[in-house]
């Protein structure tokens, strides 16, 4: 038997149900706005230099990216400890006599220090240059586009370092309004311009290489505006930088005794890398190794503690490898043959120095014998040095490091033996 009130179920099930929807409306109103790790918060201007201004918006990469102060670790062959080459090789302090590097060279550290680094070396000197501070400031992006390259790099160190109180920040990598990665070097601009590239169609996993060519790269100060120049024209592989170089004729310093004009290297970590490594044929960007995705709660971000990736290979390199502690054993293998071959390219350079300061003494030396050793030696020693000075000890790219440091070794070993023949007198031909 039906009840009497058994027609006004439905309804009250509808108001039942209306009333509870419009009781978890309210509930939902009145809780405060979710937090988001990328709400802005505050306004942060175009070209800002403060990184702790960017950081407000963006806390876990602030966070990380100040760590790049402390991250003091020192790696087999590398890591941020800043150990002093010169006494872990002498070689170097025969190679380098003559110029600053053999005074300080220590090893590199986190950009957080790149500012604090650059002002204690006992390389600056009151000859320096603004243009040295061209990889090292968050200011700059904001003086280039304020004073122009040109002027910039025609100031004297100690008078730019005025404007500058920031060490390497956001505003080096990225566009305050967009976040987007950016390219704030002019001269890598002009590089790029000069092989008929434009990094604004570069894709982003693109950018995330290219980003860190705005300082990882070969670059010379041109003529005596101090231009800051990447030597690029040709290519950006050793032999095509060693022929730019001879063209123009460009020289960092005149070797003492044998009146070779020397090439230095700076940190040709972008060129090594690019010059048709596994990983760059496969697509791979230096932020996948150097900045890996990290979580925070349920928030994705990228490690701004920019590192060895040696200190956390689970995150670096286990993203695509499952196998992580096979890898980083190759990276060993890799680095000891490295080194191994770079010390005997080093043999062979002292050896060729020797040589050819023995010929330099000697005025009746063979002097087209002598010249053409000294050629011989400027370059070998710049093969040697794009090695030697570039940062990961050959694991960037293992098969061109090898190539590079064996041509070394046989341009020195040249070097040498035509020194020794400058110094020989020619065989008396016919006679007996
Ligand atoms: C496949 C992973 C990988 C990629 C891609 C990669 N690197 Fe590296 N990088 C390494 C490893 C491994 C080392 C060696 C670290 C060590 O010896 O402690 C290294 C070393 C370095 C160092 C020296 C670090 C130190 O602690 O001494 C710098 C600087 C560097 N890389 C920059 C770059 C730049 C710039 C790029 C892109 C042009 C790049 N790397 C691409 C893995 C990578
Ligand atoms: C504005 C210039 C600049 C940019 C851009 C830049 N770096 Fe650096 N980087 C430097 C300088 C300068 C140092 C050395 C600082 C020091 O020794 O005080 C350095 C140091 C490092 C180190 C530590 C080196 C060591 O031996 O400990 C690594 C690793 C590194 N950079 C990787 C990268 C990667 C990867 C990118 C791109 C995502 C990048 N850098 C972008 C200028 C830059
Ligand atoms: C040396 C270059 C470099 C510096 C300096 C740098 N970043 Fe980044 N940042 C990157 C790269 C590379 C990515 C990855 C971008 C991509 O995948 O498109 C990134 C990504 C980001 C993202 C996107 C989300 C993520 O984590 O992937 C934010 C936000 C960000 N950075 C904020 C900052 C802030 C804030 C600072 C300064 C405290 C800063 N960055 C300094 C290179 C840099
Ligand atoms: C974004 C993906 C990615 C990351 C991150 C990555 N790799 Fe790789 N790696 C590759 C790919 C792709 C190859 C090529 C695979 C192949 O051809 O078998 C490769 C190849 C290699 C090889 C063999 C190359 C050779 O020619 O012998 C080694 C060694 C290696 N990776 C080490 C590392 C180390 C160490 C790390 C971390 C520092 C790392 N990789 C990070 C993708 C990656």
């Known amino acids: 038997m039906t009840s009497k009130y058994a027609k006004y179920i439905p309804t009250a099930i509808i108001i039942i149900l209306a009333a509870a929807l419009a009781a978890v409306l309210l509930f939902m109103y009145n809780q405060p706005a979710p937090q988001r790790g990328i709400a802005p918060n505050v306004d942060v201007a175009a070209l800002e230099p403060d990184s702790s201004i960017w950081a407000q918006n963006y806390p876990n990469q602030g966070t990380t990216f100040a760590q790049t102060t402390s991250n003091n670790v020192r790696t ?63 200011n700059n992006p904001g003086l280039w586009t304020e004073m122009g390259m040109t002027a910039y790099d025609a100031t004297p160190f100690a008078d730019l370092g005025q404007h500058i109180d920031q060490t390497i920040g956001c505003a080096n990598c990225h566009d305050a309004e967009t976040m987007a990665l950016v390219v704030t070097n002019p001269a890598l601009e002009e590089a790029l311009e000069a092989q008929g590239k434009d990094w604004r169609t570069f894709t982003r996993q693109e950018m995330r290489t290219v980003v860190c060519a705005n300082c990882h790269v070969e670059y010379y100060f041109q003529g005596d505006g101090k231009y800051l120049t990447f030597p690029w024209e040709q290519g950006t592989q050793i032999q095509n930088i060693v022929a730019y170089y001879n063209e123009v004729g460009f020289k960092d310093w005149e070797y003492p005794e044998t009146g070779i004009a020397m090439l230095k290297a700076q940190h040709p970590e972008y060129e090594l890398f690019t010059a048709g490594s596994t990983h760059y044929a496969a697509g791979v960007s230096c932020a996948d190794c150097h900045m890996p995705y990290t979580r925070d709660g349920a928030a994705k971000f990228s490690d701004h503690n920019v590192r060895s990736p040696l200190l956390q290979p689970e995150k670096a390199c286990g993203a695509c490898h499952t196998e992580v502690t096979y890898v980083v054993e190759r990276v060993r293998t890799i680095q000891d043959q490295t080194n191994k071959a770079m010390l005997s390219a080093e043999a062979a350079l002292v050896d060729s120095l020797t040589a050819i300061k023995a010929a330099a003494a000697d005025p009746n030396a063979n002097a087209t014998l002598l010249d053409e050793a000294r050629a ?34 046989d341009m020195a070993r040249q070097a040498q033996l035509k020194a020794i023949q400058a110094l020989t007198p020619p065989a008396q031909s016919g006679s007996n």
């Open 376 to 409: 011989m030696h400027r370059d070998a020693q710049m093969y040697w040095d794009f090695i030697a000075a570039e940062n990961s000890m050959g694991f960037h790219n293992p098969e061109e490091a090898l190539r590079i440091l064996g041509e070394a070794t």
């Open 76 to 138: 087999t062959y590398g890591g941020s400890e800043n150990f002093d080459k010169l006494a872990v090789d002498p070689n170097l302090t025969i190679l380098f006599a003559g110029m600053p590097f053999s005074k300080g060279y220590t090893e590199d550290r986190g950009h957080g220090n790149a500012l604090t680094d650059i002002l204690e070396t006992a390389r600056v000197n009151e000859k320096t240059p603004g243009t040295c501070y061209s990889c090292k400031s968050a």
